[in-house]
C-alpha cells in the first residue's frame, strides 16, 4: 500500500493493479475511489497506466509479457513470496520434481507453480500426499500463509514416498507468530473476535483455530456488522487481525466496540 502510495505521488492517478492488491475489500474501495482500479489481464491496461503486481505474485511469463508490451510495473509481491520463487525456479532448473504445498485456487499459488513452468505439484492435505506415486528426488516450498501444523502432517507423508527430498519452510513467519498470539489470547476471554477480509486466507484461518478450540468466536470485516447481542454476559472480548487489515479498519471496530461498551455500562446503571 505504501508503495501504490508512492506510485500515485510519482505517476498521478495512472496505477491499475492486476488483480486486487490485497485480500480486503475496504482498502480495494479505498483505492478505487482514488481511480485505482484492478483489472484482470495485461489487455485490460490503458496506455500509460503503470500495473502493480500484487503481494501474491504474478506467473513469470505475465511481467515478461508486461515488459514486452512496454508496460511500466512497480512489483509489490511480498519479500517471502520473492523467496518461494527464487526456490521453486532453483529447483525447476536443477531437474526436481516440484510440489507446493497450498490451495491451488490461491493466487500465490498459481504464481509459484509459474515458476516450475506450470508443472508444479500441488498437494493441500494429507490425503492428496497419500495418492502422490514414489519418485526419486523433489523439492518443495509451503504457501506463506498455510497452516504450519498440516505442513508437517503433509511432510511426514512425502517422506515416505521420495527418496530425496528437499524441504523449504517458506511459511511466513510473522503469520505463524500471529496464530500463536491469537490462541493465547483467545484462552483468556469470553469471545474472540476476528476481523478482516473474508477472502483472505490467514484471517479466514484465525478464524477456523479459534472455533476448532471451542471458542467462540465471530468473524467480521468491517466495524458496522458487530452485533450488540454477541457480547451478552461477556466480560473480556479478543481481537485478531489478518495481516491484510489496515490500520483504519482496526481503529473503527475499537471504535464501535468501546461505544458498545458504554452504551452496556449505561444501560446496566
Known amino acids: 500500500m505504501r508503495m501504490i502510495e508512492q506510485g500515485l505521488q510519482e505517476h498521478g492517478n495512472t496505477i491499475s493493479t492486476l488483480g486486487e492488491i490485497i485480500h480486503n475489500p475496504q482498502a480495494v474501495e479505498r483505492l478505487r475511489e482514488r481511480g ?71 493466487p500465490e499459488v498459481r504464481s509459484l507453480s509459474g515458476h516450475a513452468g506450470g508443472r508444479a505439484l500441488i498437494i493441500n492435505n494429507v490425503d492428496e500426499a497419500e495418492r502422490v506415486e514414489a519418485m526419486e528426488r523433489a523439492g518443495l516450498v509451503i504457501q506463506t500463509t498455510f497452516s504450519e501444523e498440516k505442513a508437517k502432517e503433509i511432510i511426514n507423508v512425502l517422506r515416505g514416498k521420495i527418496q530425496e527430498l528437499k524441504v523449504y519452510d517458506t511459511i511466513c513467519q510473522a503469520t505463524v507468530l500471529r496464530r500463536e498470539a491469537t490462541l493465547e489470547l483467545a484462552e483468556r476471554v469470553d469471545l474472540m473476535l476476528v476481523v478482516g477480509g473474508r477472502e483472505s486466507s490467514n484471517t479466514r484461518r484465525l478464524y477456523r483455530m479459534c472455533l476448532d478450540k471451542g471458542i467462540p468466536a465471530k468473524f467480521v470485516e468491517r466495524a458496522e456488522e458487530i452485533e450488540p447481542e454477541w457480547f451478552r454476559g461477556c466480560r473480556r472480548i479478543g481481537l485478531a487481525t489478518g495481516t491484510s487489515t489496515p490500520d483504519w479498519v482496526i481503529d473503527e471496530v475499537l471504535e464501535r466496540l468501546d461505544v458498545l461498551s458504554r452504551d452496556e455500562k449505561g444501560s446496566a446503571e
Open 36 to 106: 485505482i482500479h484492478p483489472v484482470s489481464s495485461l489487455d485490460d491496461v490503458e496506455e500509460d497506466t503503470t500495473l502493480v503486481i500484487r503481494a501474491h505474485g504474478v506467473h513469470p511469463e505475465i511481467i515478461k509479457e508486461a515488459k514486452k508490451r512496454g508496460i511500466k510495473l512497480l512489483d509489490a509481491t511480498c519479500p517471502f513470496v520473492l523467496k518461494s520463487q527464487y526456490y521453486v525456479r532453483r529447483l525447476f532448473e536443477s531437474s526436481f520434481h516440484v510440489i507446493i504445498i497450498g490451495d491451488s485456487n490461491h
